[in-house]
């Protein structure tokens, strides 16, 4: 793949669809890391190599293939380690909204990870379209929705979200005493915390931190019911150091205090 950027945003279309593309770039080999923000809705293939993306406070890890979004007003920060393979795709800001309404834009995952890049018909057939003359624009904006879409199906069809929840999910109840991290865990998974999240509440019904709490207090009725440790040793040990806070929640979430259990199910004599 040779570098090359065509630019169709002044190629009249006979055929104009709603997803009319500005520009497409080939970067073999990009060396240099993005650290500024676009005024258009932009979508970078990564075919082969691997890099770092910044998003929500964190450095996530890239890996090809890959897709990551662009869109106004998002702070970038990405880029390869070494270098990498891309295409990428630029549309006006204009188009944001039909990105968003097609499914194609959605701004709790600026990126995503392929089980397989599958992509390779599409992407010959985009440098074959970008070497005709006249440009066929009409045609190039059907391939460059395919190839977004495509990426898109191929997450749905390996990402496997229910899978990726029943192992965090027997992380957390192997060792609930843990000290977990939902970015990492989720971020293990290939998931943006905040898509991890709404794939735990789907799943599960409750936020995650809540499931750990439950976990921690049903660990802390087991040493009330079968130890003689304090009441605030048993907060220590499910992570809560201070007593109070612990009895609160205890009560919260069990319905009664830990005194109250700990007689109910540890009865004296």
Known sequence: M??????????????????????????????????HGFRSCNFSLVLAGRGTCAWQGRMHAIQAPCVLAQWPGLACDYGPQGSWDEIFLIYPATAEADLQRAGFLDKQRPFWHLGSNALHPLVVELQQLAAVAPLPADRIDRVCERLVLETLLAVQATDQPADAIARVRARLEADPLADHDFARLAE??????????????????????????????????????TS?????????????????????????????????????????G
């Open 188 to 225: 293990g998974e290939k998931l943006s915390l905040p898509h991890f999240r709404r794939l735990w509440l789907r799943t599960l019904g409750c936020p995650p931190a809540r499931y750990l709490a439950r976990l921690r207090m049903a660990a802390a009725c087991r040493l009330l019911a």
């Open 228 to 268: 003689d440790d304090t009441v605030e040793k048993v907060a220590r040990a499910v992570g809560f150091p201070d007593p109070l806070h612990f009895s609160r929640r205890f009560r919260a979430l069990i319905g009664e205090a830990p005194s109250a259990y700990r007689r109910r199910y540890q009865p004296e």
């Open 2 to 35: 040779d570098e090359m950027i065509i630019h169709c945003d002044r190629v009249p279309r006979r055929h104009p669809g709603q997803l009319q593309v500005a520009h497409v770039g080939f970067l073999p080999a990009k060396r240099y890391r993005v650290r």
